[in-house]
């Protein structure tokens, strides 16, 4: 299956429901990108491009984590994954927003899978959580 191959190579960044709830729980600034198993936008398109997201935002000390909503076309892995998602804009993947205190921006971000365009959504992330 699948889903099993994208589990074996998970990256560091992706995390459990649980844990990134705890960073909301502790009002943590970070940015959070959703994906899908079955969205190649996500698994073939952005994928690729994400370890140098993350590492420009670590640079500037902003935690960058990722969440898998869902391994099959509208099932998500559990209820509290489809409120979760659903709270933050909904259906829709990859979906990156950042959080400021523990509180989800107003803006989030769908299918942003190119180079420059992902640089950009780092570049506006560093400006707004510096801001904060």
């Given at each position: 299956m699948r889903h099993e191959?994208?589990?074996?190579s998970?990256?560091?960044?992706?995390k459990d429901l649980a844990v990134i709830l705890e960073h909301i729980d502790r009002r943590?600034?970070?940015?959070?990108?959703?994906?899908?198993?079955?969205?190649?936008?996500c698994t073939e398109r952005q994928a690729p491009l994400m370890a140098g997201f993350?590492?420009?935002l670590n640079d500037e000390s902003i935690l960058t984590v990722q969440l898998l909503a869902q391994h099959e076309k509208n099932e998500y892995l559990s209820p509290e994954h489809c409120s979760f998602v659903a709270k933050l804009g909904g259906h829709g993947f990859p979906r990156t927003v950042a959080f400021i205190n523990g509180i989800a921006d107003?803006?989030?971000?769908?299918?942003?899978?190119?180079e420059h365009t992902m640089k950009k959504l780092a570049d506006k992330f560093i400006q707004k959580l510096r801001a904060n």
């Open positions: 191959t994208m589990q074996e998970l990256p560091a960044y992706q943590d600034s970070f940015v959070l990108n959703i994906v899908a198993d079955w969205c190649t936008d993350v590492e420009r107003s803006e989030s971000y769908v299918e942003v899978v190119e």
